[in-house]
Each structure stands twice: as structure tokens, then as C-alpha cells.
């Protein structure tokens, strides 16, 4: 197993306020992938990051945003969080030719 | 558009029976395909994979997945399932040149004794 690990492991939070997820590796895989998982929608893809400082939208960004200044650490940050983010959020790292992703054990992140 | 779609929400099986559970894809591109599992409070954990060539791959835990390039599915079997396969699966699908997946909505499998 890649060395991922995610914190914090479960959040409560309220609404309007700030929210920082971060996802550690120790694989130095080039790939780091931020989802949410909701029951009847699977994994979407929030944000990811081919590499220091190289981010991309996935299909549901609107309203977070992502940093990745170093190769072992991506971080999630809710700018104003909202009761309809609240998830569970995994991270996924990738090494990059062999399309695997591995992932973090999640967080769940609740918005009241 | 791509899209993955896990036709069963959720599968009820008996210990010992077998057990198949569909996906089926829509890709315009050679895609790659993946099958995870995710037990309850965990994170998912990869099955098995078919990039190309042999159709039929095999993966962990007495899984096997067969890629019908005809039919755009890429179903899971296990011929006798164990108490310990109640989960959740996920399919995922990419396309070759794309470091991106797309997940199926997961059926949750349930065994019963």
C-alpha cells in the first residue's frame, strides 16, 4: 500500500467557516487526487495535481479550492463550508504509468 | 461524455453462492478499467485491473473480471463469496493519456450466513 495518510479523520464544523483537509504520502507519487463520496454518486473527483504547484478542476470544484507546494503533501480547503459538503472525503495518490490510485482511509467531514 | 454505470445498487447473496456484479461504460476512447472494494470505514482498496490483452484478468481475494469490448462492460465474478466480501464495490474507468477516473455508483454487496 502507497504510505497515504489524511487529516483530520473526522471534522465537525459549522456553516460559513474555513475547512482544511490535508493528504500526506510518502511514496513520492506524482499524482495527488482529492474526492467526495456521497451515497448513489461514488467517488466524484474534486481537484487534482500532476505535480508541485500543478492543479486541476475536477467535475464538482465549486467551492473548494486545493494547494500542492510540496510532492508529499496536497491540502483540500472548504473557503466558506455549506451543509452540502458535507462528505467523505478521500485523498488518492498515483505514481503515473501504471493508472493505479491508491487511497487515503478518508475524512469525514460534517457541516452543520 | 464518459460514464460508468453499476447497474445494482445492491446485491443480497448467500456464503458459498456466487456472486457477479455488473458495469457497464461509456468511453470514446481504449479505456482502462478497475475494479475496488471498500469495506465500512475504510478507504477503497484496488481488486484488479485490465489495461489490455488476456480478457479475462484475476485479481485479489479470488475476484476475476471479464472486459467485453462488445458489450462496454466489465463485470465481476467470485465463485464461492465469504462472509468477509460484504462491502461496497466500485468500478472506475480511464482512458489511456487521461490520469483521470471515472467511478460507477458502487453496489453494496450484503452476505447473508
Known amino acids: 500500500d502507497a504510505g497515504i495518510t489524511q487529516s483530520p479523520r473526522h471534522k465537525v464544523t459549522e456553516t460559513g467557516t474555513p475547512v482544511t483537509l490535508r493528504c500526506h504520502q510518502t511514496e513520492n507519487h506524482r499524482y495527488m487526487y482529492w474526492y467526495r463520496q456521497d451515497p448513489g454518486h461514488g467517488l466524484r473527483l474534486i481537484h487534482y495535481?500532476?505535480?508541485?504547484?500543478?492543479?486541476d478542476k475536477g467535475e464538482v470544484s465549486d467551492g473548494y479550492s486545493v494547494s500542492r507546494s510540496k510532492t508529499e503533501d496536497f491540502l483540500l480547503t472548504l473557503e466558506s463550508a455549506t451543509s452540502s459538503q458535507t462528505s467523505v472525503y478521500f485523498c488518492a495518490t498515483q505514481q503515473g504509468q501504471s493508472y493505479e490510485q491508491y487511497f487515503g482511509p478518508g475524512t469525514r467531514l460534517t457541516v452543520t | 461524455a464518459q460514464s460508468v454505470t453499476q447497474p445494482d445498487i445492491h446485491i443480497t447473496v448467500s456464503e458459498g453462492a456466487s456472486l457477479e456484479l455488473r458495469c457497464n461504460y461509456s468511453?470514446?476512447?481504449?479505456?482502462?478499467l478497475f475494479w475496488y472494494v471498500q469495506s465500512p470505514g475504510q478507504g477503497l482498496q484496488l481488486l484488479l485491473k485490465?489495461?489490455?490483452?488476456?480478457?479475462l484478468v484475476q485479481g485479489i481475494k479470488g475476484f476475476e473480471a471479464e472486459f467485453k469490448r462488445s458489450q462496454s462492460s466489465f463485470n465481476l465474478r467470485k465463485p464461492s463469496v465469504h462472509w468477509s466480501d460484504a462491502a461496497e464495490y466500485f468500478c472506475?474507468?480511464?482512458?489511456?493519456?487521461?490520469?483521470?477516473?471515472?467511478f460507477g455508483a458502487g453496489t453494496t454487496v450484503t452476505v447473508r450466513a
Open positions: 472506475a474507468v480511464g482512458a489511456f493519456g487521461d490520469y483521470k477516473l471515472s
Open positions: 485490465y489495461f489490455s490483452g488476456d480478457t
Open positions: 468511453y470514446g476512447a481504449t479505456p482502462y
Open positions: 495535481s500532476y505535480g508541485v504547484k500543478d492543479t
